[in-house]
């Protein structure tokens, strides 16, 4: 047979992929950012109806509604296990069927061998000539896959074909396809606020001609990103491939060339589907996508010279410990690729480590400090304070790297906001962090 006979003698409808394919008791992967959201309603159609249960689901902020929210899905019949939360996320664990699994990205390949999904329901490309579709530059790892005992493939020709190390699986290889050519795109982060680019200020004076960039989500990244316009010969080995990123490189301030691992390519894990980068992407062979187990690695990190790490927290205590994921005991978010790349970069040969923070929060009790003596009750140590390197707010920048702790509570209160400083010294040395 023909890969286009292949293809359509597989081809069906959402609801008989599911049913053709999908069991009670079946664990699935679903990926994560825009996902094959056609064939998982029809999932979620067949555990409220009770023709499936015992259903869970394995993935990470997705960007695609697929009604989490539905007080009618049986909380007992169905569980979503993610490891890094959107608002769809927070949605469904408001709802009771939403977990949170902590997991550093670096260890993907290892989670996925312990969940051994019996499905996968991803979107892709539709085949090439050659009869191989083509997972996009979407934030899972091919590991969800290849640990899959078989594929649902929901197709969709908007998908930008990208260049990777396990990005193409030929018609032969999955089970059944759903075509469902939907053209929505993620829109362009927000441009940064004042107080981002104030932050981002700090950071871009120590960056270097050929550094090796690494940027998370948000605005501070963005306003770094686009602020290295002027940097010559940069490289990029990063989680995240973002919008700022192919900007840079297609001006030539990215060119990869001083890259000491992996030289001449950009090297990512996932994109964000928004036009920009969706266009840059495209069959670049420049820009290589890779599972998280490998760009997260952090031997790979750190095999970069000068590499430079910019995350950011939700807040930090005097001691330099990093609540990067939850606010108290609610998960707001995951523990993602951050401490990979804190250590990667800390351990790269002229390597540094930025966390980004706003000095304040505000909050329905008022403006708080991010700074603070303590973490709240419930708050998650993403990062551990003695991999903590330079920590920069709008009012400065510090370096915790083999500091002790009166050194560390000092500087972070130099770059509090002035508001909470006195106050911060004097619970400081009332609990004698500082002497």
Known sequence: MTYEEIYRSK?????????????SGDKIAIGGLALADKVLKAVISDVKAGRLEDISLFGNLITSDIGLDDEDIPKDKFRYYAFFNGGYERAGAANGIVTNVPLHLSRFEDYFTFVDPDVAIVPMTPPDEHGYCNIGPAGYSPSQINHSKKIIAQINKHIPRVYGSSHDYHVSQIAAFVENHDPTVVPPSAPPTAMEEKIASYILDMIPD?????????????????????????GIHSEMFTDSMAYLQSIGAVDNSRKTFMHGLSVAGFAFNTEQTNSFIANNPKVYFTPYSFVNDIRNIAANDNMISINTSLSIDLTG?????????????????????????????????????????ETKQGRVSRICLSLAPGSVVTTLRAETMYVVTEYGCVNLQFCDIPTRAKRLISIAHPDFREELTFEAKKNGLIY
Do not use: P, W
């Open 321 to 361: 410990q990093l609540c990067s994921e939850s606010i108290g005991f609610r998960q707001f978010s995951g523990s993602g690729g951050q401490v990979d790349y804190v250590r990667g970069a800390t351990l790269s040969k002229g390597g540094k480590s930025f966390i980004a923070v706003s000095s304040v929060a």
């Open 210 to 234: 050929g550094a090796c960039i690494q940027l998370g989500i948000g605005g501070t990244a963005n306003a770094v990103g686009y602020g290295l316009k002027d940097k010559k010969h940069l």
């Open 11 to 23: 081809l069906m409808s959402a609801e008989d992929a599911v049913e053709s394919q999908v069991k």
